[in-house]
């Protein structure tokens, strides 16, 4: 699981972002995926180290 560092609203979704490596990389997220994963949109954008990505189920989830 990575930490989510950043996050950007976009248009139609959410750009997350983390570090690897000492480098910034991201992924995007559609406000439906979001609302499939039960992630509130608004919180993600303001608190966005409060959630971690999970690259290879691509999932986001609320770090607890």
């Given at each position: 699981?990575?930490?989510?560092?950043a996050s950007i609203k976009k248009?139609?979704?959410?750009?997350?972002?983390?570090?690897?490596?000492?480098?910034?990389?991201?992924?995007?997220?559609?406000?439906?995926?979001?609302?499939?994963m039960k992630i509130n949109a608004?919180?993600?954008?303001?608190?966005?180290?409060?959630?971690?990505?999970?690259?290879?189920?691509?999932?986001?989830?609320?770090?607890?």
């Amino acid at each position: 699981m990575e930490e989510i560092v950043a996050s950007i609203k976009k248009e139609d979704g959410i750009q997350v972002a983390w570090q690897k490596h000492n480098q910034t990389k991201g992924t995007f997220f559609t406000y439906a995926e979001l609302i499939d994963m039960k992630i509130n949109a608004l919180d993600l954008l303001e608190n966005p180290k409060n959630y971690l990505l999970d690259l290879e189920r691509r999932l986001i989830v609320f770090r607890r």
